[in-house]
């Protein structure tokens, strides 16, 4: 009886602190994924309801596994799917970030109308649920953002990467372009004037592009296919709704910025002690002896099989004079020349459990794009690194690594076998990498609380305080021209402009007064 009471006075504070999440993320990646899959798991436990709609349908282990959870229900669209596992992008020309930012449109356009004819779109619009929250992946998913409109709920951004200048402006966080470069400058955050110049020109010009040339054409699509009466541009939903923007990056690991406190960061949530390895790659790493093992992958968005021939020759015939034994991610055996031998000390696979493969004790060495969540996997099991970055936050990421001391940097485009295997004797065996890889691990296991518990805090904080509007800076009433301040400055040097003139003036007078013939002598010249 005692029980039974117990019971149910549990149950119903238990109740009465579930809450409806709805988490969009119908454009999304491998590694944005593995960014919100903690987020979500973790609100799954503690009894929220959570629709999740990802347009990457689940692999291998991970959300399918959640699938089983009377409280999480899982949207899946086979079109999306098809989108999200292949973005079209490819290892060629080096860094383009720029080359990218002006695909956009195009891209944008192709997400809208794939999200718009998506079945999953229309349940939800036709749907009569009520969600006390929305959180939606940041990478270019504005145009679900009608659904944030139409459920009327507050919502969040999750970036799984460090942020694009238009998230940062989106809650009126600080740009800091003196000290915080953007991806498409990539400096390091001491700048010099030119570079400062740069970056903060390029960064303002983005913002203004995002706003005035990427984002209308979501609205413009939307008007066009949705036909919701007086529905707000994607850029007033989210000036209402917008509450909170979670970010993958970390204290220990990125470079610093100023922000407001609807910026939280939760670099490392994924990250946790390696579970034991399938048997046969067990075998493999474990009786590779002293000299230990190397992993090579350049992450999930690029497809490694399409790496070119002739870094993959500079590749192979390196890794034959290794006494290592290497593993690399490798989708396509079919892509290997042929009658191109394969060294014996390297396997090929088309799937890693790269994380698993970092905590075990005979791994030795990282060769890696430099993403983020690479990055954190191979500080926290403390595996030095070899970045070849070769977009978007990846050359800022390699930077800081090289930086901080426990990474080298090489470039796509002047790699010899010579390069790649002094830069592997370097950190096999001079002690500097690992010293100061140490440091850092430690740095990023240093947290007051864990970054899930307070990425959890956070949303059910936004969610106790109804979009916690006390969060927002009053710079959010500001029109975009107020908050780069160019009203303040325009008016400082028309002033200035002003002042000068009338001195010049006053000064040709005075000095006129004084020499009245020469003056006059002048004027008739
Ligand atoms: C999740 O489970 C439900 C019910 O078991 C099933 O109908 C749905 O297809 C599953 N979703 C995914 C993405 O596996
Ligand atoms: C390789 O190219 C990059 C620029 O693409 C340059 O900064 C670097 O110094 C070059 N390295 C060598 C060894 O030539
Ligand atoms: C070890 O690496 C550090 C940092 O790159 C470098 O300064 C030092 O000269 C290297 N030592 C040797 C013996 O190569």
């Known amino acids: 009886m005692v029980l039974s009471a117990f019971l149910l006075l549990f149950l119903s504070t238990e109740l009465a602190a579930a809450h409806r999440i709805l988490f969009l993320s119908p454009i999304s990646t ?94 939800l619009m036709a749907s009569h649920e009520k ?27 999750t970036m799984g990467a460090m942020p694009m200048p238009w998230h940062l402006d989106a809650v009126s966080s600080p740009l800091a372009f003196d000290h915080y470069s953007h991806v498409g400058s990539a400096y390091k955050d001491e700048m010099n004037f030119w570079q400062r110049t740069y970056n903060t020109l390029t ?88 000299a230990g093992c190397i992993i090579v992958s350049f992450g999930s968005l690029l497809r490694n099989s399409d790496i070119p021939d002739d870094v993959r020759h500079i590749f192979l015939s390196t890794f034959a004079r290794l006494p290592q034994r290497i593993l690399w ?63 978007i936050d990846q050359p800022i990421n390699a930077q800081k690594a090289q930086d901080d001391g426990y990474a080298i940097r090489l470039d796509w485009d002047n790699l010899t076998e010579e390069i790649l295997f002094n830069a592997i004797e370097q950190i096999l065996t001079n002690s500097s990498y690992a010293e100061k890889m140490e440091k850092v691990s430690e740095l990023i296991r240093d947290q007051m609380e864990t970054p899930l518990d307070r990425v959890i805090y956070w949303i059910e904080y936004i969610i106790r305080h109804k979009g916690a509007p006390h969060l927002r800076t009053a710079s959010r009433k500001l029109s975009l021209h107020q908050r780069f301040l160019f009203d303040v400055m325009l008016f400082v040097v028309l002033v200035g402009i002003l002042m000068f003139s009338v001195l010049t003036r006053v000064l040709r007078y005075f000095s006129c007064k004084g020499k009245i013939q020469k003056c006059d002598l002048k004027k008739k010249n």
């Open 30 to 123: 491998r590694s944005h994924t593995n960014f919100v899959k903690p987020i979500i798991k973790g609100l799954v436990e503690r009894g929220h309801f959570v629709t999740y709609w990802n347009g990457l349908l689940p692999k291998n282990q991970g959300t399918n596994a959640l699938n089983q959870t009377t409280n999480l229900r899982l949207l899946y669209s086979p079109e999306l799917d098809a989108l999200s596992s292949d973005h079209n992008v490819d290892f060629s020309a080096g860094t383009k970030n720029f080359y990218l930012l002006f695909e956009l449109p195009k891209r944008v356009e192709l997400y809208c109308k794939t999200i718009y004819r998506d079945p999953v779109f229309h349940q």
């Open 131 to 157: 969600f006390d929250l929305i959180i939606v992946e940041a990478a270019v998913n504005e145009c679900i953002l009608p659904l944030v409109y139409k459920f009327d709920a507050p919502f969040i951004y």
């Open 203 to 290: 960064g303002i010009l983005a913002v203004y592009y995002w706003r005035w040339i990427v984002m209308p054409v979501a609205d413009h699509l939307a008007a066009e296919t949705l036909h919701i009466e007086n529905l707000p541009t994607m850029e007033r939903i989210e000036n209402k709704y917008l509450s909170l923007l979670i970010l993958n990056t970390n204290l220990g690991l990125n470079y610093q910025m100023a922000t407001t406190p609807a910026v939280i960061q939760a670099g490392g949530i994924n990250l946790g002690p390696a579970k034991p390895l399938p048997h046969d790659l067990e075998k493999f790493v474990s009786d590779s002896g002293d």
């Open 329 to 391: 991610k490798w989708e396509d055996e079919s892509k290997i020349r042929h009658g191109e031998s394969i060294p014996p000390n390297v396997k090929l696979m088309s799937w890693l459990p790269q994380a698993d493969l970092l905590g075990h004790p005979k791994m030795r060495l990282f060769i890696t794009h430099g993403g983020v969540n690479s990055i954190q996997e191979a500080v926290y099991h403390n595996i030095p690194l070899i970045v070849l970055p070769v977009f």
